[in-house]
């Protein structure tokens, strides 16, 4: 695919970091798919090794962080409180920044993971590039990261429901579940559990027992169901940030979360979540070939053929009208994100075969857990990067 041009045009700060963080990324990725293809597939078998230091209990949570607010911190505590002596490895959504829904992130991951270690937290490491997957991708990835830490405990956070919970009982006996549109279904009998929608809280646990099934780990008796805070309210926290008005929202976050959050405002590298690299994705939809177009991820038929016929495009809006609805209310924003990042769907598959090719500590408590954590894990590829 053609390389964009870099504009001379000045920039603020702030969008310089945007454009540095996207070309970093787009490195890294391809460096991990280099690195996996030396690789044969069967050591993704995680499962063929016995850990150095078994006495020593990982708890794995994926959470976004974004921010780190109390309703994450009640169920950090939480595990913790269930497992006191155990390392809690806090994995978070790592390359191109963006969530699962295509959307930026309001920090990078490395300020999220010090806000995380600020907290609580004892580990925390660079979780799958959610915002240019398929949900079901990047549940894949989660699952094999969960695989890779050896995770003796998986804490989630959820929303009770009578409805749900004979899932949950299902869930923690090691049983999955598939998520099928509008109802829910036990992936050993075919049983129907529970008919209509989830909430996302809810639905990111059942599929997340489907990909831990698919890949052969046993989650019995592994996760930690714990029942969500109320009273967290995402967009008043977006509004605050926005506004620069953290006090607003100091009920709903913990003052570390704050102080980290006030020093990036500050810095000139906060918030980021209503910025992209606007000029590649434009150069992208305006250059790219039609077979280019169909090699990205998440991109469908309808939509190349709307931005072929009505390109040259001026601005990210003019792009949005030509992408077509999908099966998710978030698919214009993936869209958006998969044209910025510039990854193909061969390249991607490679890369999701055998994730993960390193597991990268993007920060941790101390040198005394950092090195349990290591012993724990030392037949793994570890690279700490802060």
Do not use: W
Not at 26 to 38: A, C, G, P, Q, Y
Not at 156 to 168: N, V
Not at 355 to 380: A, Q
Request: aromatic residues 6%.
């Amino acid at each position: 695919m053609m390389k964009p041009i870099v504009s001379g045009d000045a920039m603020s700060s702030v969008e310089t970091l945007v454009k540095e963080i996207i070309a970093r990324d787009r490195k890294t990725f391809l460096e991990d798919v280099r690195i996996l293809s030396k690789y044969p597939k069967s050591k993704s078998n995680f499962g063929d090794f016995e850990s150095d230091s078994p006495d020593v209990k990982i708890l794995a949570d994926f959470t976004e962080y974004n921010p780190l607010h109390k309703g994450h911190l009640h169920c950090l505590l939480e595990a913790k409180k269930h497992v006191p002596e155990g390392i809690f490895v806090a994995v978070v959504p790592g390359l191109f920044e963006r969530s699962g829904r295509g959307i930026p992130y309001i920090m990078t991951r490395q300020a999220r993971a010090e806000a995380a270690i600020a907290v609580g937290a004892d580990i925390v490491v660079e979780g799958p590039p959610m915002g240019i997957m398929g949900s079901g991708q990047y549940s894949l990835c989660l699952a094999k990261t969960f695989q890779a830490l050896e995770a003796d405990y998986i804490p989630r956070g959820y929303k009770p429901d009578p409805d749900f919970e004979i899932l949950l009982k299902r869930i923690g006996k090691g049983q999955g579940i598939a998520p099928k549109p509008y109802r829910m279904v036990d992936m050993d009998s075919g049983e129907v559990l529970l008919k209509g929608k989830l909430n996302e809280d809810n639905y990111v646990i059942v599929s997340l027992s489907k990909s831990l099934t698919k890949i052969g780990f046993d989650f019995k008796d592994k996760f930690i169901f714990v029942p969500r805070r109320e009273g967290v309210s995402g967009t008043i926290i977006r509004e605050a940030v926005v506004s620069g008005v953290l006090e607003s929202a100091k009920e709903m976050l913990p003052p570390e979360t704050i102080k980290i959050l006030q020093r990036e405002i500050d810095g000139d590298r906060a918030p980021l979540h209503q910025l992209r690299d606007e000029e590649t994705i434009l150069f992208t939809a305006n250059k790219a070939t039609v077979p280019d177009l169909k090699s990205l991820s998440l991109i469908d038929e309808r939509t190349i053929e709307n931005i072929i016929n009505q390109r040259p495009f001026t601005t990210i809006d003019e792009i949005k009208t030509c992408i077509a609805r999908g099966f998710s209310r978030h698919h214009v924003q993936r869209v958006l994100s998969s044209l910025e990042a510039r990854v193909d769907k061969d390249t991607m598959h490679r890369y999701i075969e055998n994730y993960p090719p390193t597991i990268r500590i993007l920060n941790y408590k101390n040198k005394e857990v950092l090195r349990e954590f290591k012993k724990r894990l030392s037949h793994r590829r570890l690279e700490i990067c802060q």
